[in-house]
């Protein structure tokens, strides 16, 4: 799930778990990856559950922004191979499920 509101960048696993719990209206101990974009598109922080504790990875491209959907409320909720791209720099949004791809490209 991606938080399509940017957040302060000062909040920790704690506060990122809130953010979770009041804005998104999730359980922070689902098992779910959260994404959290600062106001700089060049930040990102991730949070998840990994059955013994809250799991925080954050990430700053030197050089280079991140791909993100247009700021507004809510959450968006992106597939593995999407949050990949993301995380990498790519448009995740150019990335889409091999079975659907597999499924349009059948023969009638």
Excluded at 20 to 39: C, L, M, N, S, T
Excluded at 83 to 95: H, K
């Amino acid at each position: 799930m991606v938080a399509m509101k940017p957040v302060g960048f000062r909040k920790g696993a704690d506060g990122l778990a809130a953010l979770v719990r009041d804005e998104i209206r999730a359980d922070p101990f689902d098992g779910a990856i959260y994404v959290f974009r600062a106001k700089r598109a060049d930040r990102v922080k991730l949070i998840w559950w990994d059955g013994m504790g809250v799991c925080l990875y954050a990430k700053r491209f030197e050089d280079g922004e991140f791909q993100w959907p247009t700021p507004r409320g809510g959450a968006i909720r992106l597939t593995p191979a999407q949050l990949s791209a993301l995380l990498e720099g790519l448009d995740w949004r150019r990335v889409h499920d091999a079975r659907s791809l597999r499924a349009s490209l059948a023969p009638s």
